[in-house]
């Protein structure tokens, strides 16, 4: 009897950590799991920041002319497709997938917005100046928020939705820049993609929106944004790069 019921003692303990353990075990992987994938989202969000520098200093240096911004924003994502040893195959390799994202993902969603200058912001300070663009052969005579002798030109502000601003204030380049991180693990990217979408988490937003539609190229992706300031070092033209 006393034998009896040191077994039943035994295996009564041993039930219960079997069933402790199947409840722990998916919590423990899941929280493990969750752990390398914000890893790899914040290694994402820091090569976009860096990427959307470069961007702004693309555009500051271009006329604020979304072409080569874009093609800039694509250089520096190029990190996040890049796999084994840095080489110039693997590096022109990285750049067509990386490039062919950002193409798909632009018809959905700008990749690169301006935020600053606005048009009406460009329609209050505008002034004609011969400027040559990237694809231009020649000068040509066009409107533009001029940069040279920002300094020597006069302060005097202008009243523009609500906010007093200069020809210095104008000549400041704002912009957004939209990614749409490909998430890797398992079961937890649906998760947190449905979360996300289905309005859990709070108000889906545009741009986890147009991730959404994305995710026909592959996996469930997880929309990422960054902000850059810069001054611009060149005219600012608008042919509809402004909104």
């Not at 200093?57 to 694509?74: D, F, S, T, W």
């Not at 067509?96 to 301006?114: D, Q, R, W």
């Not at 606005?118 to 940069?147: G, H, Y």
């Amino acid at each position: 009897m006393m034998y009896q019921k040191v077994f039943n003692q035994k295996g009564f303990q041993s039930g219960q950590s079997l069933t402790e353990y199947l409840i722990v075990m998916p919590i423990f992987f899941a929280l493990l799991f969750g752990i390398f994938e914000f890893a790899y989202i914040y290694r994402a969000k820091t090569t976009l920041n860096t990427a959307t520098f470069e961007t702004a200093r693309a555009g500051a240096l271009n006329n604020a002319q979304l072409i080569p911004m874009r093609e800039a924003l694509i250089k520096g994502m190029i990190p996040l497709r890049m796999q084994g040893e840095a080489n110039s195959i693997q590096m022109l390799k990285s750049y067509g997938l990386t490039k062919a994202e950002e193409f798909a993902l632009n018809k959905i969603s700008k990749t690169v917005t301006i935020v600053s200058p606005t048009k009406a912001i460009f329609n209050k300070f505008k002034v004609q100046r011969k400027t040559t663009l990237v694809n231009d052969s020649r000068d040509i005579q066009r409107w533009v928020i001029p940069n040279d002798n920002l300094l020597l030109r006069s302060n005097h502000q202008e009243t523009i939705d609500g906010k007093k601003l200069n020809i210095q204030d104008a000549n400041i380049l704002k912009i957004k820049t939209l990614w749409c991180y490909q998430l890797k693990v398992p079961i937890l990217r649906e998760l947190l993609v449905d979360s996300l979408s289905s309005g859990f988490l709070g108000q889906t937003s545009p741009e986890q929106l147009a991730c959404n539609q994305m995710a026909r190229l592959g996996d469930p992706r997880l929309a990422i944004v960054s902000q850059a300031t810069i001054r611009m070092q060149s005219h600012i033209v608008s042919d509809g790069n402004l909104k």
